[in-house]
């Protein structure tokens, strides 16, 4: 039973396996930035601009509106780091549109990896916003009894993240095969573009919880700060 | 009834059981959130991003439990180590 991506080798060379995963992964990562690479290599800020900048002005400030919505402050500084969280993850489920591709993020490593980076970025932005004490401060927040609890909360969460993308895109592409070898023409259709939807949603999902995940940590800084303003 | 049929058995009726259980749960809960979010949806309709954000946020984090059982059922169907183990067994008790 075809799992996922990493089952398909294309080489191998001693203990390294070029499989599918990496290959698509890596393709992915290509197309990305050099299709980013082209429609920024000449920005007009008059009237007339390309199509595809436009298309890139929505998504780049749909999402940081999104980021501010979510608590942090100044969106620019997460920009980078949440919205290619949610961009890869988007582009990797949409692109099961074009026939012979399986999803990177079918496979656990790739979405353990993705919630590793959210894991290892959470401390960073909080220490580069308040400072190593304040940070370390907050795991004994309600009281110090909490300290084991918050710690374990921090790495179930990681973990949550990682097997809530890997299950979802799993599911979607078994369902398929499954179903493409008992009705197939009518029905597996149907599914193939509930699978797109809950890919798209599954990408804000992960992007939103990392925002949620970063917005505490950096929150947790400027505890003082914030007590005055209205939420 | 020897071991290797007794971890067949046992695999494939856990399997369906944890599915069937477990999706109980969060269909149940996941109901009851929807149906909240579109009563203060009708009572505050211009919170309507925020609501329907928080809503999403919400389902998908009760939709992760449903998620697990899914993966537990399929790593008993599929991924199985015990039955893995047994065949291995079988296979170098015939060997011999």
Known sequence: MHLSPD??????????????TILYTWGLMLLLVVGSKMVTHKLSMGLHRSRWQNLLEIIVTGIAKQIEEVGLRQPQKYLGFLGTLFLFIAMAS?????????????????????AICVFVAVPLFGIQEGGVKKYLKAYLHPTFIMLPFNIISELSRTLALAVRLFGNMMSGTMILAILLTITPFLFPIALHALGLLTGVVQAYIFSVLAAVYLAAATRASNVKLNAEEPD | MDSMTIIAVASI???????????????????????????????QPDAAATITRTLFVGLAMVESIAIYCFVVSMILLFANPFWSFAIAQAAQATGK
């Open chain 1, 7 to 20: 089952d398909t080798i294309y080489w191998q060379l001693g203990f390294f396996k070029l499989n599918a």
């Open chain 1, 94 to 114: 949409l692109f099961t549109i074009v026939p012979g591709y399986e999803p990177p993020t079918g496979s656990l490593s790739t979405t353990t990896a993705l």
């Open chain 2, 13 to 43: 009726i856990t399997a369906g059981l944890t599915i069937a259980l477990g999706s109980i749960g969060p269909a149940l809960g996941e109901g009851r959130a929807v149906s909240t979010a579109l009563a203060s949806l009708a009572q």
